[in-house]
């Protein structure tokens, strides 16, 4: 079965740091493209990060640039978004999500993890 | 950044009924627009990619049009499990951006 499960949420102080993981399965990890989108409570879906399949190209969200960071490990099969100086704004859960080649979009999405920023 | 502006915002129907869904782009996205739905507490679901061809395992009852700035998402006939919120998505440039939605809900 194909399947994202992302880990790490939790709750940080405003200007803390919090790494999400993402582990995929049941499908060639190594030659898709994958991506992060956040929902705020309530709100509509945002695009926050993506990588390409080999990892050589990163693209970002201008809400997150320069804060975040998107890798990974294609050994172990986890795509990971190290975020660093947290605000009140970044509340959501956090989506990763699969591109499929053949649709140009995402198609595979995990269940999400839920990061809230607060003292 | 493209904005995707989706109308209504709300959409009151009865299963059976057909729904329309409308997304328009602040610039032409040319085909590269992709229809979500999502359910409470649920990932989004793919629906249509590139406009007008379903995905994977998508009933036949959900169709997409458009080009360029303005797009549609045709229900033809809507059943229980339809009801949900329903958000464009444009991949024609970084960032990849999403409309605000649109809900339809049972009337």
């Known amino acids: 079965e194909v399947q994202l499960v992302e880990s790490g949420g939790g709750l940080v102080q405003p200007g803390g740091s919090l790494r999400l993981s993402c582990a995929a399965s049941?499908?060639?990890?190594?030659?898709?493209?994958m991506h992060w989108v956040r929902q705020a409570p309530g709100k509509g879906l945002e695009y926050v990060s993506a990588?390409?399949?080999?990892?050589?190209?990163?693209y970002y969200a201008n809400s997150v640039k320069g804060r975040f960071t998107i890798s990974r490990d294609n050994s172990k099969n986890t795509l990971y978004l190290q975020m660093g100086s947290l605000r009140a704004e970044d509340v959501a859960v956090y989506y990763c999500?699969?591109?499929?080649?053949?649709?140009?979009?995402?198609?595979?999405w995990g269940q999400g993890t839920m990061v809230t920023v607060s003292s | 950044e493209i904005v995707l502006t989706q109308s209504p915002a709300t959409l009151s129907l009865s299963p059976g009924e057909r729904a329309t869904l409308s997304c328009r782009a602040s610039q032409s996205v040319s085909s590269y627009l992709a229809w979500y739905q999502q359910k409470p507490g649920q990932a989004p679901r793919l629906l249509i990619y590139d406009a007008s061809n379903r995905a994977t395992g998508i009933p036949a009852r959900f169709s997409g049009s458009g080009s360029g700035t303005d797009f549609t998402l045709t229900i033809s006939s809507l059943e229980a499990e339809d009801f949900a919120v329903y958000y464009c998505q444009q991949r024609s440039n970084w960032p990849w951006t999403f409309g605000q939605g649109t809900k339809v809900e049972i009337k």
């Open positions: 999500a699969r591109k499929s080649p053949i649709f140009g979009v995402a198609d595979i």
């Open positions: 049941g499908f060639t990890f190594s030659t898709y493209a």
């Open positions: 990588i390409s399949s080999s990892g050589g190209s990163t």
